[in-house]
């Protein structure tokens, strides 16, 4: 089964930068992704940024392209995303979760706890 820790959200000011971990065990083949979702309260869980666990194909949602950045390497079992001119749209619980890649959420199998994310105006 895999295992999926998130770290480093916190409470920042609009325009900060803040990156998140996600700490993955358990996989043994590297053929799925690593996928990155948001929930604020009173929305729907939506995706924000997917890799391959290879560290490829990185894939963004259009409201944070060019904001965000997805990067890892299986070798590190870590994966992040440096979040940079952050909006207090962004304020959310932000999960990572392992799948397909992708928007689609019902392409994940396993996910993480959260890390809560607050940006401040």
């Known amino acids: 089964q895999v295992h999926l820790v998130e770290s480093g959200g916190r409470l920042v000011q609009a325009g900060d930068s803040l990156t998140l971990s996600c700490t993955t065990s358990g996989r043994i083949f590297s053929i799925y ?16 940024a997917s890799i391959t666990y290879s560290g490829g194909m990185p894939y963004y949602a259009d409201s944070v392209k060019g904001r965000f950045t997805i990067s890892g390497a299986n070798a590190l079992n870590t ?9 207090p ?9 392992d799948g ?3 928007p689609e959420k019902l392409g994940y199998s396993y996910w993480g706890q959260g890390t809560q994310v607050t940006v401040s105006s």
């Not at 992704?33 to 924000?48: D, I, K, M, T, Y």
């Not at 749209?89 to 979760?97: E, F, H, K, L, N």
């Open 33 to 48: 992704a690593l996928g990155w979702f948001r929930q604020a309260p009173g929305n729907e869980r939506e995706f924000v």
């Open 79 to 87: 994966y992040y995303l440096q979040m940079n001119d952050l909006k």
């Open 100 to 102: 397909e890649g992708g």
């Open 89 to 97: 749209g962004d304020s959310a619980v932000y999960y990572c979760a």
